[in-house]
Structures are given as C-alpha cells and as structure tokens.
C-alpha cells in the first residue's frame, strides 16, 4: 500500500499544515448521478449533498473523485454548493493534490473553471466584499 | 367593488409593454373582495410570454379573494391565450395549438425545479415548429431558463414562479418569461449594502460576475453572467424588470429606463435566437491539471 502524507488544515483560510503523520492511501470517487439520483445537477441542495460528502472523505484524508458521468445538466448553483464553497475551507494546494473531477463534457469543464474563479474571489474579498462595491455604487451613480 | 381596468394598443415585450402591466398592478394591488374586469376591447395584441406576467399578477388577486374577469378579449388574443392555456387558468377553455409555437403557462411551486426542468424539455425544446437546433445549443438554452428559475427560487422570497413561452417563427426567436413576486432585486440589494439603492443601478450590479447578496459559505454571483455571455453569444435579449427598474441587453447594447410605477417582484425574460449556429462546443484546450 501506498504512504502518503496527512494533512491537517486552518479552518477558513486554507492555510495546509504538515504534521509529518502518513495513512494508508484511500480514494473515494463520488458519481454525481448516483448522488443525487438523476442526471440533471441543479439544485444547491443537490450540490450541498455533494460538499458534505467530498468534505467528510478529504477530513478523513481521503483523496476524491468526483464523475460527472452522465450528468446531461448542471447549472452554477449546484457548482458553487459543491465545489465553490470547498474554498471555505480547503486551499487551491489542498484541492489540488486530493481533489479530481472526472467525467466532464468540453462545455462544463467551462462553466466550472469560471465558478471556480468567482470563488476563489468571493473568499479572498468576504470581510472587504460589501465596502468595495459600496465605493463602486457611489461612483456609478 | 366592482373595478374595470382597460388594456389598450399592443402589449409587446418592450418597455411600453411591461409599463401596462404594471400599472395594472398597481391600480390593483390594495384590492381585496372586489369583482375586477379585464378590458381588452381596445388591445390589438398581446405577447403570450407576458401571460407569465399576467398570471402572476391575477394569482396575486385571487389570493387577495378577488374575483377576476376577461371582457371583450379580441377573437386574436383569445385565441393564443387559450392555445398557451392561460385562459384555462382562469376559468376560460383551452384550444389545441396547431402549430405547435405556445409554451404553456404555469404556476409553479418554488420547490419543483425537476417538474420545471421537464417543462423546459418537454414543452418548450419540443416544440414541433422549432427549427433543428443542436444538442449544445438546446443544453444552454435549459441551463439559462435553469439558472433564472435556481435565481427567483433563491431570491424571490415567494411560493410561486410563473411562466410562459412564446415561438414566434417569422423572427426566429423564442421568448420566454420567468416571474415571481416578493422582493425585488433592489430590495435585496439595498438589503444587503445597508443602504437605500435605485432599482436600475441595483439590476446593473446584481447582473455583475460574482456580485451576490448571499453571506454564507456558498458562492454565488454568476448565474446571470453566464446568461448574458451565452446570449450575447447567441444574439439573442435578456430583459429585467424589477421594483421600478427596466434593463434590457441585446446585440446592439444596453439600454436602461425607470418606470413611474413599481412593481413588486422580478420579471427575466429571455429571448434565444433558435436559429444560431454556433456549436457551442468548445475545444477544451486548457489543461485540466491543477485546475483548482
């Protein structure tokens, strides 16, 4: 079996800690379909479903995949409930090296690099979100 | 009570068209045990999309237990009000609709998004008079009525959601309308920076990538942006109406008014040019590694 390093995380600012332990390697793949039972990813709470599960396997160490295997729709709610809102609490390294989605079409692969973006933005602006756009509004008017 | 409202000239999707609707709107929305009746004896036409708009309003009334009646509905109107089934909401007769161009009106529930999402399927991207559209692009124009209908569903602080959809062959075009009544983007928006914001200026943030009033964990903020690339993409509209703010984008620009009246609730409707020919297929060159 393969050892690989463990790692613990600061809640909320992704910072990754080392702490030198190893664990047998597990993968966990998630198919989206069998989630949530049809083939059209829609709702948040759909998306929410999928958030807990990925969140509880990469707690637990587990790297994880998720397959988008005969997914026929998706829209941006059921993405940013499941995977924008992982930047919460995991950094980009993090999703990186335990993180992998399978089963994409072309099209989605698009949509999702773009939900992916507005939350790596939505939380590096959180605390300064509603100022910033304050001083915007003003401006335009 | 009894009160008569009239409905003139040629109620369109446009700026002149909503005006109408919501001043009807709002000479009835304090109404309340009142016998109201619709005048159409002196309109020419009336978009069926806007029979989402309609609806709601109507919906609206009869919560408020008024009785509601059409009068004088010209033989044109009456016949695609009954072909899309709206007069059949009302206690008037439905007809069958032979060429097959009517999306019909529905009231749905905030919570059936799948029974929405066959909707879309089954009576709109089935429409027999359609021309052959590629999968791609029928998968886009399900995603944007989606992302629209997840929107009101978020932010509409509402039970219901109204809609209705419209083919009109000689232009190429499908117009679809997606209403719900409660808040308005200007509320929400106001709500949410703490401070009093106009309607329009409040749509032209809200439609901004990555501008949300959600706080929690849960991003949002891009529905509607991917909407408005998608149709700039496909040369269709998109028009907003909320509270007293119109906005409307088509290929040719933006264009933004202020209504003298309000209007409690939020109107999307979405016109696709079905005779696009873009794949929508994207190449995919982009590597996949470490996308996150």
């Known amino acids: ?141 | 009570m009894s009160y008569s409202h009239e409905f003139n000239y040629r109620i369109e999707n446009n700026f002149s068209g909503y005006e109408k609707l919501i001043s009807f709107y709002n000479k009835t929305r304090i109404l309340m045990f009142d016998n109201i009746q619709l005048d159409f004896n002196h309109c020419t036409w009336f978009e069926a999309n806007l029979s989402a708009v309609l609806g709601a309003i109507i919906s609206k009334l009869q919560y408020d237990i008024n009785s509601v009646h059409f009068d004088n509905l010209p033989p044109q109107i009456e016949s695609i009000l009954s072909k899309n089934t709206f007069l059949s909401n009302f206690g008037g007769e439905s007809k069958a609709d032979t060429y097959g161009t009517t999306v019909p009106y529905r009231k749905f529930q905030k919570t059936d998004q799948k029974i929405f999402t066959s909707y879309i399927s089954n009576e709109l991207l089935s429409l027999p008079s359609l021309p052959v559209m590629s999968e791609p692009l029928k998968k886009k124009i399900k995603e944007c009525i989606l992302e629209i209908f997840i929107n009101a569903q978020t932010h509409g602080n509402t039970s219901n959601i109204f809609s209705c959809g419209q083919f009109y062959p000689k232009k190429g075009r499908v117009d679809f309308s997606i209403v719900n009544l409660g808040s308005t983007i200007q509320k929400e928006v106001s709500k949410y920076f703490n401070q009093e914001i106009q309607a329009v200026p409040a749509i032209q943030w809200a439609i901004e990538e990555g501008h949300t009033t959600r706080t929690g964990n849960i991003p949002g903020g891009i529905g509607l942006s991917t909407l408005l690339s998608f149709i700039q993409l496909n040369k269709g509209k998109v028009q907003i109406v909320s509270g007293d703010g119109y906005w409307q984008r088509n290929s040719s620009g933006t264009d933004y008014e202020t209504f003298q009246d309000y209007f409690d609730g939020t109107i999307v409707n979405i016109e696709f040019n079905v005779n696009d020919t873009n794949s929508y297929i994207l190449s995919g060159e982009e590597s996949w590694d470490n996308i996150f």
């Open chain 1, 1 to 141: 079996m393969t050892q690989i390093p463990i790692f613990s995380l600061a809640r909320n600012r992704g910072i990754i800690y080392f702490n030198g332990a190893t664990m047998t390697d597990k993968k966990l793949t998630v198919v989206v379909h069998e989630l949530i039972g049809e083939d059209a990813a829609i709702s948040t709470e759909d998306g929410n479903s999928l958030y807990e599960r990925v969140e509880k396997a990469i707690d637990k160490g587990a790297s994880v995949a998720i397959s988008f295997k005969n997914i026929h729709l998706m829209t941006t709610a059921f993405l940013n409930a499941a995977i924008g809102q992982l930047y919460g609490k995991y950094s980009s390294e993090l999703l990186n090296l335990k993180l992998e989605i399978i089963d994409l079409a072309d099209t989605d692969k698009v949509v999702l690099r773009n939900v992916i973006r507005v939350a790596k933005e939505y939380f590096k602006n959180k605390d300064q979100v509603g100022k910033r756009i304050d001083i915007e509004l003003n401006r335009d008017n």
